[in-house]
C-alpha cells in the first residue's frame, strides 16, 4: 500500500519536472528567436541620442552713432623742407568749417563684429599779412575713415574686450592763394635797383645778397607760420623761384647799366633804372597772384584693443587704443580713446570722453606730423 503510494507520487513529480523542462526550453527558443523588448527600446534611445543637436543662429546687434569729435591741431607740416610748428584751437577751426561731418557704426553677431567711422571737413580762412603779400587764403578739406574687424575674447556681467584689426584712410587737400601787396612791391623794387646801382658806381656788387634782403626777406607770409587752419606752406619754394628771376633780369640789364654808370650819362642811368624796376616789380607781382593746391591720400594697416567696464547698470567706462602705419602709408599713426558712458534707455546711450590721434606721414617732400586731440561727445542708438 505504501509502495504503490510513493510510486504514484514519484510517477507525478516526474511529470512535473518533464513539465517545466519542456516549458523552458520553449522560451529560450522564442527568447532566441524574438530580440527582447527592453533591448530594442535601447536601440532606439541610442539612435536618438546620436541625432545632432540643432544649430542657433546668433540674432545681429546694430550700433549707430554721431560722434562729434572737437579736436584741436598742432605739430610740424610742410613742404621741402619748411617745416613750421602748427597749433590751431578747435575754437579757430570751427570758426572757418563750411561742413563736417561724422558717423560711426557697428555689426556684431556672437564674438564677431565689424565696425568703422568716418570725419569730413571741410574749411577756407583768410589772414591778412605783412610785406610783398596783402593776404592769403586757406582751404583745407580732410577725410579720415576706419574700419575694422573685432573679436569679443572676453564677455562677462561686468564688460567685454575686443581685438580689433583693419586700416585707417586719410585724404588731405590743402589750397593757398596770394594776393599781392602792389605798393609795397614797387617800393621794394625801386630800392633793390637804387641799392645795386650805387653798389655798381663803387666798382662792389652782391646783387644775391641784396634780392634775399629786399625781396625775400618780405616774403615770410609764403612759409606758413601761425595759419587759421591747418594747411602746410604750399607756397614756400616761391621764395627761391621769385629770387631766381629778379636775379635774371638784374643780370640782363647789367653791362648796360654799368656803362651808362661809368660815362656819367645819368638820364640814361634813370631810364635804365626805371626800366628794370618795372621789370622786377611786374615779375614779382605775377608771381605772388597766384593759387597752389596740394592733394595726398594714404592707407594705414592698424590693429587695437577696445574694451568696456560696466560700473552700474546705467553708467560704464569704455576705451580704445589702436596702432599703425608701420611704413606702408604712414611711418607711425597712434589713437587713443577713453570715456564715461551712459545707458539712458535700452537701445539710447550718450559718451563723453577725449579722443587722441597723432599721425606721422611723409612723401616725397612732403611732411605732415600732426596730432588731433580734443574732446568727444557721442549719441548713438543700438537695436
Not at 174 to 197: F, H, K, M, R, W
Not at 219 to 244: E, F, M, R, T, Y
Not at 304 to 319: D, E, I, M, P, V
Request: hydrophobic share 40%; glycine share 12%.
Amino acid at each position: 500500500m505504501n509502495l504503490r503510494h510513493t510510486s504514484s507520487a514519484l510517477i507525478l513529480a516526474a511529470a512535473f519536472l518533464v513539465a517545466g523542462a519542456v516549458g523552458t526550453v520553449g522560451a529560450d527558443s522564442d527568447s532566441e528567436a524574438r530580440p527582447p523588448a527592453q533591448s530594442s527600446g535601447k536601440q532606439t534611445e541610442s539612435k536618438l541620442v546620436e541625432q545632432p543637436p540643432a544649430k542657433t543662429i546668433e540674432p545681429w546687434t546694430i550700433t549707430v552713432g554721431a560722434p562729434g569729435w572737437l579736436a584741436g591741431v598742432s605739430g610740424h607740416t610742410g613742404f621741402h623742407g619748411v617745416n613750421p610748428y602748427v597749433n590751431v584751437g578747435v575754437g579757430q577751426i570751427l570758426r572757418h568749417v563750411n561742413a563736417i561731418f561724422s558717423f560711426a557704426g557697428e555689426a556684431r553677431t556672437g564674438r564677431f563684429g565689424l565696425l568703422g567711422d568716418l570725419l569730413y571737413l571741410n574749411g577756407q580762412a583768410s589772414s591778412g599779412t605783412s610785406g610783398l603779400v596783402s593776404k592769403v587764403d586757406l582751404g583745407l578739406q580732410q577725410f579720415l575713415g576706419e574700419f575694422f574687424a573685432s573679436y569679443r575674447v572676453i564677455e562677462g556681467p561686468r564688460g567685454w574686450l575686443d581685438l580689433l584689426a583693419g586700416f585707417r584712410y586719410t585724404y588731405l587737400g590743402q589750397q593757398v592763394g596770394l594776393q599781392a601787396n602792389n605798393v609795397e612791391i614797387d617800393a621794394a623794387s625801386t630800392q633793390l635797383v637804387d641799392q645795386y646801382a650805387h653798389q655798381l658806381a663803387t666798382d662792389g656788387s652782391d646783387s644775391r645778397a641784396l634780392i634775399q634782403q629786399i625781396i625775400v626777406g618780405q616774403l615770410g607770409a609764403l612759409d606758413g607760420h601761425n595759419p587759421p587752419l591747418p594747411v602746410g606752406p604750399i607756397a614756400s619754394n616761391q621764395k627761391d623761384k621769385i629770387a631766381d628771376l629778379v636775379q635774371q633780369l638784374i643780370q640782363s640789364q647789367e653791362p648796360e647799366l654799368a656803362a651808362a654808370i661809368r660815362t656819367g650819362a645819368q638820364a640814361r642811368v634813370n631810364q635804365l633804372k626805371a626800366q628794370l624796376s618795372n621789370q622786377i616789380a611786374n615779375s614779382v607781382t605775377n608771381q605772388l597772384n597766384r593759387s597752389f593746391s596740394f592733394y595726398d591720400d594714404w592707407a594705414d594697416p592698424v590693429i587695437g584693443l577696445r574694451g568696456r567696464y560696466n560700473l552700474s547698470k546705467a553708467f560704464y567706462l569704455t576705451a580704445e587704443s589702436d596702432v599703425g602705419g608701420f611704413g606702408i602709408g604712414s611711418d607711425i599713426a597712434v589713437q587713443a580713446y577713453a570715456a564715461l558712458g551712459c545707458q539712458i534707455t535700452r537701445n539710447i546711450f550718450s559718451e563723453v570722453g577725449y579722443r587722441y590721434l597723432y599721425d606721422d606721414f611723409r612723401d616725397g617732400n612732403f611732411l605732415y606730423q600732426l596730432s588731433l586731440h580734443g574732446a568727444q561727445v557721442t549719441v548713438g542708438l543700438t537695436f
